[in-house]
Structures are given as C-alpha cells and as structure tokens.
C-alpha cells in the first residue's frame, strides 16, 4: 500500500527565509508525486508535479521539489518566503494503474511572520 | 472558462437527513472523486469513478452514495447512516491518462446543526 507521511503539522517560518517543507512515501514502485496548496476555505491548487523526466521539479510561486528515490523523498523548496505563501500544502502519490487516485498526506500549515 | 463547480458552498443539515452535494465539471475528464477533508487528517477519498455509470468505493464509503449518470456530473449524499458528517468536502476530477493531476472544485463545508 502506498502511503505519504509529511514531517511537521505545523511550519513557521520568516518574511525572506528559506521554506522546506517534507514529504516521505512509501511505494514498492515508482510512484507519482504532486504538491498542491490550500487557503482558506478553498480548494487545492497543484504547485507541481514529479514526471520522473527530471528529479528537480520546478513549479508555480517559485517553488521546486527534488525527488529523491533512495531517500523516498519529495521535499517541497522555496529559497524565500513571501508573506502571500502562508497556507496549507499537500503532498500527495498515486500509483500508475491505479486509476489516478491521490494519496494525500496529513499536510503542513505554512505561517510566515513578518 | 473550464473548471469544477461544487454546489452549494456552505449546507447545513439536521440529524438524520440525507443531504446531496452537488459537484459538475466542464474539463471533459472521464474520471471524477471526492474526498472529505478533516483538520489534520489530510485527504480522504471517499467514492471515485473512471467512467460514466461506473464508480467505486474510496477508503471511507460507509454512509455515503453516489452516481455516475452524465460525464459532467457526480453527486456526493451523504445518507443518516454518516455518524460524523461535519465536514470539508471536495471534489476533483482527472483525465484518465497517467502522471495527471487532479483538478479541485471549491468545496462545501457541510455541518450538522
């Protein structure tokens, strides 16, 4: 079975700094892997997603994500917090075959401080 | 503009009604899920479906119904048997191909009063 831990409910972080948020699956097989972003009372947006074209994934809002296989990792990276980056981020697998469902992981709520 | 519209946005219903989310897309994706969302408990996926008249059941079915009767469409009740059903709901369609994304409505927040 395939499943998708995120380290850390909760992140703060300040106006400038460095953003890594982190993803760990678990999958006997490649699996695909996607970050979406929640605010408020909304929906998800995808940030980005692993093709397994190229292991450093670059997205919208000037994030990226580095998939590391023998880490089982897919870290989510922005080299400078903007107040607006304050939400909630997913990760998220699905396996190929499997129908397209997504796996999410429990998330991570963003804050920045100023 | 294409997109998912889910309907209404907030609901709120009284112990042992059946209340049905409605949740339609113009992406001409064949496959449809929902999904209820929990604080810290991420996504759950609760009914999905590859193809019209055809759906199959998430990790938390119990409770919930749905249909699959237009391409566009993919009704959420949430039946008296949901012991818990306040909650965020949302729904996400895709194309069948591999390595897609889903694409996510606004949701509704449904509470018991």
């Known amino acids: 079975a395939q499943s998708v831990t995120q380290l850390g409910s909760h992140v703060s972080v300040s106006e400038g700094a460095l953003v890594l948020l982190r993803c760990n699956y678990s999958?006997?097989?490649?699996?695909?892997l996607f970050w979406y972003v929640q605010y408020p009372n909304q929906g998800l947006q995808l940030l980005l997603k692993?093709?397994?074209?190229?292991?450093l994934v670059k997205g919208i809002n000037g994030f990226e994500a580095e998939f590391k296989k023998s880490e089982t990792s897919f870290h989510l990276t922005k080299p400078s917090a903007h107040m607006s980056d304050a939400a909630e981020y997913f990760c998220?697998?699905?396996?190929?075959?499997?129908?397209?469902?997504?796996?999410f992981g429990a998330g991570t709520i963003l804050r920045v401080k100023s | 503009d294409g997109g998912i519209t889910q309907s209404p946005k907030y609901l709120f219903r009284k112990e042992g009604q059946n209340v049905t989310l409605s949740c339609e897309q113009n992406?001409?994706?064949?496959?449809m899920y929902w999904y209820r969302q929990d604080p810290g408990q991420g996504l759950r996926l609760i009914y999905y479906?590859?193809?019209?008249?055809?759906?199959q059941k998430g990790d938390i079915a119990e409770g919930y119904s749905v249909s699959r009767e237009k391409k566009e469409s993919f009704p959420l009740t949430v039946t008296s048997a949901q012991k818990n059903p306040t909650a965020f709901y949302l729904c996400?369609?895709?194309?069948?191909?591999?390595?897609?994304?889903?694409?996510f409505g606004q949701g509704t927040r449904l509470t018991v009063v």
């Open positions: 479906s590859q193809i019209v008249n055809d759906f």
């Open positions: 992406l001409n994706h064949d496959a």
């Open positions: 996400a369609s895709s194309s069948r191909s591999v390595n897609t994304e889903a694409f």
């Open positions: 999958s006997s097989v490649p699996p695909y």
């Open positions: 692993y093709t397994s074209a190229a292991t």
């Open positions: 998220a697998v699905s396996l190929p075959g499997y129908g397209n469902k997504l796996v």
